[in-house]
Nanobody, 126 residues
Framework: QVHLLQSGGGLVQAGGSLRLSCVASDYTYTNYAMGWFRQAPGKEREFVAGLNWSGGSPEYADSVKGRFTISGDTPKLTVYLQMSDLKPEDTAVYYC???????????????????WGQGTQVTVSS
């Protein structure tokens, strides 16, 4: 199983920026796609962004388009989530995940991912 180790996050004022990182322990045929999800208290886990190590356009949730950018450093097996213009509603625990994603429509589905990071808190104050 691929292990994912997250870093980054913290407390920031509205309008500020943060960057999250996620390092994968391996690259396999079952973990060639990476995603970021978040979960706010009392809410379901929701998709934020996703990409494929081999290329292709990244996928974003409508709520973060134009503000968040997902990118990957393939040699380092590291995926980043650059978050800008943060809003209080972005406050959540953020998780990275990896899995085998065949279709863009599958990126938002948590059950398509088989490995998850430990989660990191992002808090945006107003």
């Amino acid at each position: 199983q691929v292990h994912l180790l997250q870093s980054g996050g913290g407390l920031v004022q509205a309008g500020g920026s943060l960057r999250l990182s996620c390092v994968a322990s391996d690259y396999t045929y079952t973990n060639y796609a990476m995603g970021w999800f978040r979960q706010a208290p009392g809410k379901e886990r929701e998709f934020v962004a996703g990409l494929n190590w081999s290329g292709g356009s990244p996928e974003y949730a409508d709520s973060v388009k134009g503000r968040f950018t997902i990118s990957g450093d393939t040699p380092k097996l590291t995926v980043y989530l650059q978050m800008s213009d943060l809003k209080p509603e972005d406050t959540a625990v953020y998780y990275c995940a990896s899995g085998a994603i065949y279709y863009y429509s599958d990126y938002p589905l948590p059950d398509k991912y088989n490995s998850w990071g430990q989660g990191t808190q992002v808090t945006v104050s107003s």
